[in-house]
């Protein structure tokens, strides 16, 4: 039996001037290390390439030893002029040849019921989701006119899957919780499917290409069969007017 909690719906934000590549399965893959270069422009994240964790600074002691001769030199919480940070990166040479193609991910979640008709249940997206993907598509602007294509949920995993290319969901953790930084840290999920939870309205969902040379710092145009059949283009006005309509049989 299918499961109505497993719903996902794909978008994306695409210039009109790569609109018509982008409904013939054409899918832009951007270089990773392209998305840490423009964090200060207010588009990308420094953290792409990398999982960090944090410690408040008015609890925290750090205590550094040598090695050598057990010599010991603590600072205290009072000497820390901000929260401490540790971090791990991805090797230099593996992350300058992986390139990401993101999207979003309305899942059923986000959707409240609003209205009963007959057999029918109608429900409308919330007003934090609308909200988030409005911040989602600003976030994206870059001046000039851009389009949201909503994706056939089926076309879309299906096509992801035949390809070949790793694909998965954005996971979000609190840096200061350093345990579940230390679970992140040793897993076996890449660091490039994690991000800080500051992050957590853009839903993405991630598609890799990994190249056996430097990725383009342009990017690259890519052909993922079927991903665009059946797809829909609504502007962010419209976004309100995406509805799940759902049978219950007596």
Known sequence: MFDIRNIAI??????????KSSLKDTVHFGKLMYYTKIEGE???????DRIFGKSKKDVTTITIKDPKNGQEWIISSKDLTQDPKIEFKLNDEIKEKIGVACFSLITFEDFELYSTSDNQKHFRLKAKALDDI??????????????LIVYNPSNFLNSIRNSGYEANKIKYYDPYNLSRFFENKDGDEPYYYFKPESFKYQREYRIVKINKKDFPENGENVTVDGISKDD???????????????????
């Open 10 to 19: 794909p978008i994306r934000v695409t210039e009109n001037q790569y609109l």
């Open 42 to 48: 207010g588009i990308g994240d420094d953290s792409e």
């Open 134 to 147: 409005k911040k989602y598509i600003q976030e994206k602007f870059t001046g000039n006119k851009c389009s």
């Open 232 to 250: 829909t283009i609504i502007s962010e006005n419209q976004m309100n007017s995406i509805e799940i309509m759902i049978n219950v049989n007596n």
